[in-house]
């Protein structure tokens, strides 16, 4: 068998020393990394495929089928889907969950405008740009929730075209939540024929549903489909996302292939059988309680990370049931060790599971010298 030369294993070990390093300062990104798969790790020892539709068998028999559609039914069930009437898979992550939202919202609709918020991910944009749909921008406020009068006053002026609206659960800088309840609310009240909307929840829609008072975005509430990521807060070595939608809709896509003997209903072809799996192992071991206690200590973090920050003087906020901390923007060498995406005058600091009082208390460690070296350069 080849082998690796030493001076390639020495990169090699280099690398994976790095990483060690690069996690524990990964406090800008949402991606939880307490996670232990390594009871699985037998499995990569296999090409698992769950080429196309995960309820359609195929004849390519090395999958996680079965594991997928439990990780559906869990997500169908948490975002209260009709019960009879829901279908999705697991993904590549947010961005092709919200691909394929879009996608089955305009096979409804072809001729549908697209309201979109300012705040929402870039992904947004470019998937209606692969999708050729029209779209208008929508204000948000200060802290970037949807402005609702804007939303009203635009959609009003095109009560002709069906309406396609996406709603931000957990916006990528400031983790707003637009409010699914008050937009199904406006597009009624507009008497429009037919709508559509998705909520975007790949940041938080998995322990929003967790929390209480409930926040109105799912199924129940009026969406028409949801998108998670799944590396975000439940945590995945592989990026990964679920996406659930309603059944009837879904049927008007998909073909079948004779080739690999199953429904062609999802974006990509082939499609990582590990991922599925790796989000069954973590709901299977944690369970919805396991889920909901791993949200309050990350809330608590976050809840202390604020109030230390203000002690400090370091201007800084947070909406309740976030773990995003929104902050002044430190000086860029901050920002690069600590991986703080920055944007204008504000960075944020996310308490994704994983993230320990250690690290903020190091983070604010260095913020506190840096306040100090202001001051020091002021008085000189
Ligand atoms: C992360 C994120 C996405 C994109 O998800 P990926 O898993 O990175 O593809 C989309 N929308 C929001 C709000 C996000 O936070």
Not at 112 to 123: G, I, K, L, R, T
Not at 130 to 137: G, P, Q, R, Y
Not at 351 to 370: F, K, W, Y
């Amino acid at each position: 068998m080849p082998q690796l030369q030493e001076q390639d294993r020495a990169v090699l070990h280099q690398y994976m020393d790095q990483l060690v390093e690069r996690s524990y300062s990964m406090l800008g990104y949402p991606c939880a990394r307490d996670f232990d798969y390594s009871e699985l790790y037998p499995t990569l020892r296999y090409q698992l495929n769950n080429i196309g539709d995960p309820w359609v068998p195929s004849t390519c028999a090395l999958h996680s089928r079965e594991m997928e559609q439990e990780v559906v039914d869990f997500f169908a069930r948490l975002f209260r889907a009709p019960e009879q009437n829901y279908w999705g898979y697991v993904t590549n992550g947010g961005t092709e969950g919200n691909l394929y939202a879009l996608y089955l919202a305009r096979e409804l609709y072809p001729h549908a405008m697209v309201y979109y918020s300012a705040a929402s991910h870039y992904s947004i944009q470019k998937n209606l740009h692969l999708l050729n749909m029209e779209s208008i921008v929508i204000k948000t406020d200060a802290r970037g929730e949807m402005d609702y009068t804007d939303l009203e006053h635009t959609v009003s002026q095109n009560r002709h075209r069906p309406a396609i609206v996406l709603a931000n659960i957990g916006t990528t800088m400031t983790e707003a939540r637009d409010n699914v309840a008050h937009i199904r609310s406006i597009l009624q009240s507009l008497a429009l024929r037919s709508f559509y909307i998705h909520s975007d929840a790949a940041l938080a829609g998995t322990y929003t549903a967790l929390l209480e008072p409930h926040h109105p975005f799912d199924f129940a509430d009026g969406a028409d489909s949801i998108a998670i990521s799944g590396h975000k807060f439940i945590g995945s070595p592989l990026p990964c996302g679920v996406v659930v939608v309603k059944k009837n809709y879904k049927e008007r896509i998909g073909q079948l292939v004779p080739y690999i003997g199953t429904l062609d209903t999802t974006i990509t072809g082939s499609r990582s059988g590990h991922a599925p799996l790796f989000l069954w192992y973590a709901i299977k071991k944690y369970g919805i309680e396991g889920f909901r206690e791993r949200a309050l200590h990350s809330l608590e973090l976050a809840d202390y990370t604020e109030q230390k920050l203000q002690e400090m003087g370091w201007s800084a906020w947070r909406f309740p049931q976030s773990l995003t901390v929104v902050i002044e923007k430190p000086s860029e060498e901050i920002i690069r060790k600590w991986q703080l995406a920055t944007q204008g005058n504000q960075s944020h600091i996310i308490c994704m599971p994983g993230v320990q009082r250690e690290h903020i208390n190091a983070l604010l460690t260095d913020l506190q010298r840096s306040v100090q070296q202001k001051r020091l350069t002021a008085v000189l």
